[in-house]
């Protein structure tokens, strides 16, 4: 199985989440943001900058209900 979602840490969503002013959601189980947030957040691989641009991370679900593409993987749970 997969997941579109980009999953990793929890430190670099809490920068996300700052900057972007998002909230949790519990009922979506992600963090609702204003549909209309405008960011790049880069990605490091291997010493390689991956930047991803906002129409690539906040997805609307809903009309005029939008969440961000990010899901904290932790290691103990097994992933999503």
């Known amino acids: 199985t997969g997941t579109s979602l980009?999953?990793?840490?929890?430190?670099?969503?809490?920068?996300l989440v700052k900057v972007t002013k998002a909230k949790f959601n519990p009922n979506y189980g992600l963090y609702s943001v204003d549909c209309n947030a405008k960011f790049t957040?880069?990605?490091?691989?291997?010493?390689k900058e991956f930047p991803i641009d906002s129409n690539n991370m906040v997805w609307e679900i809903e009309p005029s209900k939008c969440v961000l593409g990010y899901d904290v993987w932790d290691p103990g749970f097994g992933g999503p």
């Open 41 to 47: 957040w880069s990605v490091w691989i291997a010493g």
């Open 6 to 15: 980009i999953v990793g840490p929890k430190q670099p969503l809490d920068k």
